[in-house]
């Protein structure tokens, strides 16, 4: 039977409470959950993600108290567990009661150990969480896919010299007098799986500075929290330079940053707990390099970006991860060019571009969004194409349309599809919608296929009119590009008659003709410079 890498809909989950106990000596930790499900028709099995953990008992509860319990069995190929119920349940609401066990890994994946050497020479050990794509899995039992939202409810037990985070704030910490702490955070909003984040260890916290009613904080390794204030003074104005922008309240309660010594990410957007690699967090302002400050600020800004495009609206599936990261992508680029001007961050960007340029002309470049079945093949997008091309798209429709109608549109998506998930095509009707512009059609052209375009500018014969031509660029042509197009978002800049015109243009066909009313002395085919292809202009406006 071919693997469907989706799981049955017949049993929804509404909120999962997590009690979870880690043992960083033994590297293992204890689970039990209660998930509220709704089950949609008569089943006999409940079918969920689960790998390498340990499920040793499993029951349905009823809201009077009656159990079903359920056997346990594995599927290692599609990385599910499922609970074969001792007798068929009725639709309606139920509580799953698990208990289970696994282990605190060293792959940097799931629930993974992180190390670091004291001042006193001796290695300490932090539990920390990297989720994404399908590793909350690795972790507790869920539904591990990005439209199966819930609320989640954390309690950590922990060694009672150890520092505990998750995605909310401590709603309680208790003293069990055995040497362990019980600590309970608050419930998250409506979430994925994957933006789950637990992190317990020998660590420190500076203290909260509040931005609009946010606390926000830095967590690290002690000694380091001396390295914080940078990306604490970038934090704060990304979140209100965000929450301004999208309009929307920030969607968690607290902001933490939290830096470790082993990470394979460069950081990862769990909401309000969100992880770093220490070098793209914790810097020595008074020494670090401009470029060093400007990496820090992009990473930080990236990641609060996300905590609205990505964790507040989701992708349906792994194939929409493109657009959260290009979108961070392009965020990043105009927070940090809202917090440092003189950094010129839309400048520099045209380098990044223009690497995604080089890439996107290879006969081996791909289209931005391409269908993802199983869940790990979203990992090739995780490149240049997703993150600078991506972003460099998005800036060109926004340069095109305008930057007050292009955010009109952001919000109205946001506000539609928040708390849930949509696709890509959402956000580009959304943008339609506020601007009466063709964005869907126009984008499809981009994010569907791969390549750019070269635009060839020629002088037309009554010299007051300017030929646009448009065909695929490639470093060795094929036959097909013949019969590939885009739609062009064009500004165009020209010297007129001495004075100079702009004129904005959507190139669909394969050419078109611009009058400009006078004589033509010089243009400017990619005015500002934020499309995505390339120019060649005849030899008299060259």
């Not at 961070?328 to 690497?355: K, N, Y």
Request: hydrophobic share 40%.
């Amino acid at each position: 039977m071919e693997p469907t890498y989706r799981l049955p809909r017949d049993v929804e989950p509404h909120r999962y409470e997590l009690t979870l106990t880690p043992d960083l000596e033994r590297f293992t930790f204890a689970g039990e959950e209660r998930v509220h499900v709704t089950v949609h028709e008569p089943v006999r099995q409940v079918v969920l993600n689960a790998l390498d953990l340990e499920i040793l008992e499993a029951e349905l509860v009823a809201d009077d108290g009656r159990r079903i319990p359920a056997s346990v069995s594995y599927d290692l190929d599609e990385e599910r567990a499922v609970l074969t119920l001792d007798e068929e349940v009725a639709p309606g609401e139920w509580w799953l009661h698990a208990t289970f066990t696994g282990v605190i890994a060293e792959s940097l994946r799931g629930w993974y150990r992180s190390t670091f050497t004291g001042d006193d020479g001796e290695v300490r050990t932090i539990a920390t969480t990297q989720f994404e794509a399908t590793d909350a899995r690795r972790a507790f039992p869920c539904w591990d896919e990005p439209d199966r939202k819930a609320v989640f409810s954390v309690t950590l037990i922990v060694d009672h010299d150890l520092f505990a985070v998750s995605n909310g704030p401590i709603a309680e910490d208790e003293d069990l007098g055995n040497g362990k702490r019980q600590v309970r955070f608050a419930d998250t909003m409506k979430m994925s799986t994957y933006l789950v984040a637990l992190v317990v260890g020998p660590l420190v916290a500076t203290e909260p500075l509040d931005v609009d009613g946010t606390p926000v904080r830095v967590v690290c390794v002690p000694g380091k929290d001396h390295l914080a204030d940078f990306a604490l003074e970038i934090a704060a104005h990304s979140l209100r330079y965000f929450t301004a922008y999208f309009g929307i309240p920030y969607p968690a309660e607290k902001l933490d940053l939290i830096a470790l010594p082993d990470f394979a990410m460069g950081a990862m957007e769990n909401l309000g707990a969100v992880t770093f690699r220490e070098s793209v967090l914790l810097t020595d302002r008074a020494a670090a390099s401009r470029v060093e400050l400007e990496r820090i600020a992009d990473v930080v800004a990236h990641e609060i970006a996300h905590m609205w495009f990505g964790d507040l609206v989701t992708m349906k599936w792994w194939n929409g991860i493109w657009l959260n990261e290009a979108f961070a992508t392009f965020m990043e680029i105009m927070g940090v060019d809202q917090f440092r001007p003189d950094w010129e961050r839309w400048s520099s960007f045209g380098l990044d571009r223009a690497s995604a340029l080089l890439t996107d002309g290879l006969a081996t470049t791909r289209a931005i969004e391409f269908p993802v079945e199983k869940p790990s093949e979203a990992e090739g997008m995780f490149d240049i194409l997703t993150y600078e091309k991506g972003g460099a798209v998005l800036r060109m429709l926004e340069q095109y349309l305008g930057e007050d109608r292009f955010r009109d549109g952001i919000r109205h998506y946001l506000r539609a599809h928040e708390y849930g998930n949509a696709e890509t095509t959402d956000l580009w009707d959304a943008i339609e919608e506020a601007s009466g512009e063709p964005v869907r059609a126009t984008m499809d052209s981009w994010i569907f296929q791969g390549g750019h375009p070269v635009l060839r500018v020629d002088c037309g014969e009554d010299g007051s009119s300017v030929v646009l031509r448009q065909r695929r660029f490639r470093y060795r042509a094929s036959d097909d590009d013949a019969d590939i197009r885009w739609q062009i978002p064009v500004l165009i800049r020209a010297g007129v008659d001495g004075a100079e015109q702009r004129r904005r243009l959507l190139l669909s066909d394969e050419s078109a003709t611009l009058d400009f009313g006078g004589k033509v002395a010089w243009v400017m085919a990619n005015d500002g410079a934020s499309g995505f292809y390339r120019t060649s202009y005849d030899s008299e406006l060259l």
